[in-house]
């Protein structure tokens, strides 16, 4: 990552605060590969880091100003408060993520004596599905590690920024996003078990395939009622297993046990919720293994069968999803399609032949017009690192 590719950002900060940052950072965007809806339930997931993500160019203050600007959001102009104020902007805005990791720092004990400039620039779409708001809340977290000179252990940041993302959106979400963003690592997708938080890089090798990332374009609403409704199907389907079975999540039993027990669950909705978390899991468990000893033939379609169980047991895709992972699927040579992230719109991936890429988009692209009316993005996937400082900026 080249100190030139910040040149524009580093000039908007000079414009904006009058003054030259000291230093440069960037975190990435994420995509899961497999394990979705699992690390609320103690499951296990599988994501990996993109190179896209959130830059940041910053400077310490002398005083105690914090003062943010954003060039995804010119209109909202420069933002500033006070180090220690922790209330909500007046109009939530993205400086409320800000607030909100600053709150959970100072709350695990680094008090930061001064403030600082931040200004930023994403090219990850916001609000969309690839964890745009993870990106951000780690970014903050390693400036004002670097910045303040703090020696935070990574899983602090990770739990900082769930934390300000728990308080801020108000969704009961996992720990997936923040900690693959803090632990991604390139050419590599995190396997995180969500139960003990222990986890390993696996390296994604893919030979003649790759992944592709599809966008809906669908503007995602309701995403926070019905992820929230899902927790709780899952949590009420979990107290009905506790009548006998002695576990703590979905996350402890195997297919072959929840097969055997699942008539304590009396709501069948409820039954398709707590399978699909337990099946997830397993395939999650098992698409490791396949990536591992370079079974992508089985690892795709471990994908498909996640899709399936996302779309029939937990019921999270609808149309768009639908659409544009079916046409996916059929593509020839596709070895495995699903969507990703919290879903109800977003993002899908494929695993498709590299050779055949143009193609692939040219014919699914086509299909998801037809049938919506408007297109769906296709990107490239590059695995990057996780959340860093880049360097100084340097002055001549
Ligand atoms: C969202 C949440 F933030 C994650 O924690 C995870 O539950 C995901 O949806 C679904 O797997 O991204």
Redesign the pocket.
């Known amino acids: 990552m080249e100190q030139r590719d910040l040149h524009e950002l580093i000039t908007t900060f000079e414009t904006q605060f009058g003054t030259i940052p000291t230093d440069m950072f960037f975190s990435p965007g994420r995509v ?1 590969l497999i ?6 339930n103690g499951g296990h ?1 599988l994501p990996i880091t993109l190179m896209l993500g959130t830059y940041g160019v910053a400077r310490r203050r002398d005083d105690r100003l914090v003062r943010l600007y954003s060039a995804n959001f010119p209109d909202l102009g420069m933002l500033s408060f006070a180090i220690d104020d922790f209330n909500k902007m007046p109009t939530h805005s993205w400086a409320d993520y800000v607030k909100g990791v600053l709150k959970a720092l100072t709350e695990l004990g680094y008090h930061l004596e001064t403030g600082f400039d931040l200004a930023i620039d994403g090219d990850i779409p916001i609000a969309s ?1 690839l ?1 745009s708001s ?1 990106s951000l809340e780690l970014l903050i977290g390693v400036v004002v590690q670097k910045l303040f000179d703090l020696k935070i252990p990574r899983l602090q940041l990770v739990m900082a920024g769930h934390q300000a ?1 728990n308080d801020f959106v108000g ?1 009961k ?5 923040q900690f693959s963003v803090g632990f991604g690592a390139p050419n590599t997708a995190i396997f995180l078990d969500t139960n003990t938080l222990g986890y390993r890089l696996v390296p994604v090798i893919l030979r003649d395939f790759e992944l592709i990332v599809m966008n809906t374009n669908k503007p995602r609403s309701l995403v926070t009622s019905k ?1 929230n409704e899902r927790v709780a199907e899952t949590q009420a389907a979990l107290q009905a297993l506790q009548t006998k079975l002695s576990i703590n999540s979905l996350g402890d039993i195997d297919m072959a046990t929840f097969t055997a027990n699942q008539a304590l669950i009396k709501d069948p909705t409820l039954v398709k919720r707590a399978r699909h978390a337990v099946s997830e899991n397993q395939r999650t468990i098992t698409a490791v293994r396949e990536l591992a000893q370079g079974d992508l033939i089985e690892f795709g379609a471990l994908l498909n069968q996640s899709q399936a169980s996302l779309r029939d047991d937990y019921e ?1 895709t609808g149309l768009e999803l639908d659409t544009l992972v079916t046409a996916a699927q059929e593509f020839p040579g596709v070895l495995g399609a699903r969507m ?4 109800f719109g977003g993002y899908a991936l494929a695993l498709i032949p590299k050779k055949r890429r143009a193609q692939f988009e040219q014919q699914v692209g086509a299909r998801y017009y037809e049938v919506l009316g408007y297109d769906a993005s296709f990107y490239d996937v590059e695995i990057g690192p996780g959340a860093q400082w880049i360097g100084p900026v340097k002055t001549h």
């Open positions: 899961n394990g979705e809806h699992t690390d609320y997931v599905g964890s993870a993302e969704v979400t996992g720990l997936m996003d992820y999270v990703t992230g919290a879903g």
